[in-house]
T-cell receptor, first 112, second 112 residues
Framework: TQLLEQSPQFLSIQEGENLTVYCNSSSVFSSLQWYRQEPGEGPVLLVTVVTGGEVKKLKRLTFQFGDARKDSSLHITAAQPGDTGLYLCAGAGSSNTGKLIFGQGTTLQVKP | DAGVTQSPTHLIKTRGQHVTLRCSPISGHKSVSWYQQVLGQGPQFIFQYYEKEERGRGNFPDRFSARQFPNYSSELNVNALLLGDSALYLC???????????FGPGTRLLVL
């Protein structure tokens, strides 16, 4: 059974601080996605990483896929209150379906 | 262009009842996936349909069933509701099974 462990589960920081969220598994994934979800809404895709060792940047967000394609991290620089939300990582297996395995999520609160 | 739409937005049922949730995919998308998100957890895969056929099924009991119609909309049915079925039910559409998912806002089901 493929599992994704996210850490930390909760994070409360002050505006301007940096943070890193980790997503780890013992399984290899063909790709890994990061989503952000706000209350009352569905997850919104932030990025997809496919190649081991890949690094992608989205403004103040930096995403990295581990060399072995088993883990990933999300780093936010100078967090802002608008970054508040639930961050989810999700791995895609090698089956023909589009089934995603989600981590349990990291709830981020950025205080002004 | 309209996103994925789901109805109803909220629903309250009692144990033992059954429920039908509806999803309309983005125009042109032929694949629909259903996920269950219990409070404090990441989404869990329930079903995927593509071209009206089931392409994948998650680890859910037979009380859960779904179908996809010729216009690619979909219904998720849950029979004999249990308290533990209380969750946000997310529908996601994609052009094909392994392409990027777009999530709807979800239906929040409360079972009393």
């Amino acid at each position: 059974t493929q599992l994704l462990e996210q850490s930390p589960q909760f994070l409360s920081i002050q505006e301007g601080e940096n943070l890193t969220v980790y997503c780890n598994s013992s399984s290899v994934f063909s790709s890994l996605q990061w989503y952000r979800q706000e209350p009352g809404e569905g997850p919104v895709l932030l990025v997809t990483v496919v190649t081991g060792g890949e690094v992608k940047k989205l403004k103040r967000l930096t995403f990295q896929f581990g060399d072995a394609r088993k883990d990933s991290s999300l780093h936010i620089t100078a967090a802002q209150p608008g970054d508040t939300g639930l961050y989810l990582c999700a791995g895609a297996g090698s089956s023909n379906t589009g089934k995603l395995i989600f981590g349990q999520g990291t709830t981020l609160q950025v205080k002004p | 262009d309209a996103g994925v739409t789901q109805s109803p937005t909220h629903l309250i049922k009692t144990r033992g009842q059954h429920v039908t949730l509806r999803c309309s995919p983005i125009s042109g998308h032929k694949s629909v996936s259903w996920y269950q998100q219990v409070l404090g957890q990441g989404p869990q895969f329930i079903f995927q349909y593509y071209e009206k056929e089931e392409r994948g099924r998650g680890n859910f009991p037979d009380r859960f069933s779904a179908r996809q119609f010729p216009n690619y909309s979909s219904e998720l049915n849950v029979n004999a509701l249990l308290l533990g079925d209380s969750a946000l039910y997310l529908c996601a559409s994609s052009s094909e099974p392994r392409t990027t998912l777009k999530f709807g806002p979800g239906t929040r089901l409360l079972v009393l």
